[in-house]
């Protein structure tokens, strides 16, 4: 989540649990198409200074915060409409995701997150898509107990095993 600096319209969720100090390097681009299925986001592919950034990658998992849910999708395509890169300022580029499932909290306060397959609230114009976080994707990847092995660790994150179900 971020800090409330400004008023985002769409953005419903609450923003206590960041610490007022802590920036918005999560947040990556806007929803600008969504067709129930997939969504496609506007964003940049390098920063302010012209770096590129590398946070937009095929395969990679993002969220997209919907207040009460965080929708999750898997981006699998990624491109300039323009189809040329600039050396000064920002390249905006489009990133196509197909949404996979949600996230919402769990019901007790410290429990961990749920994460379900389906989309009950779709993502509007102008939501804010950011890095998902890591506790959501854990979530994603969680095997509700099922006997399971490691077989190593998520790209995304490497703080995460990668398992397998065995069952």
Not at 96 to 124: N, Q
């Amino acid at each position: 989540m971020f800090v409330e600096r400004e008023v985002s319209v769409g953005e419903a969720t609450s923003q206590e649990r960041r610490n007022r100090e802590q920036n918005d390097k999560r947040i990556l681009g806007n929803v600008v198409q969504c067709d129930g299925a997939r969504a496609t986001i506007s964003a940049y592919a390098d920063d302010v200074e012209g770096t590129v950034t590398g946070l937009w990658t095929v395969g990679k998992m993002i969220s997209i915060n919907l207040g009460s849910t965080r929708t999750v999708g898997l981006v699998y395509e990624i491109g300039k409409s323009d189809r040329a890169w600039s050396n000064e300022g920002q390249n905006p580029i489009e990133v196509s995701i197909e949404l996979i499932g949600e996230v919402r909290d769990g019901a007790e306060p410290g429990a961990k997150p749920v994460f379900d397959r389906g989309i009950t609230t779709y993502p509007h114009i102008g939501a804010i898509a950011h890095r998902i976080r890591s506790r959501d994707l854990q979530a994603v990847y969680d095997l509700a107990g099922r006997h399971s092995i490691t077989i190593g660790t998520l790209s995304q994150d490497e703080a995460i095993d990668a398992n397998i179900a065995i069952d």
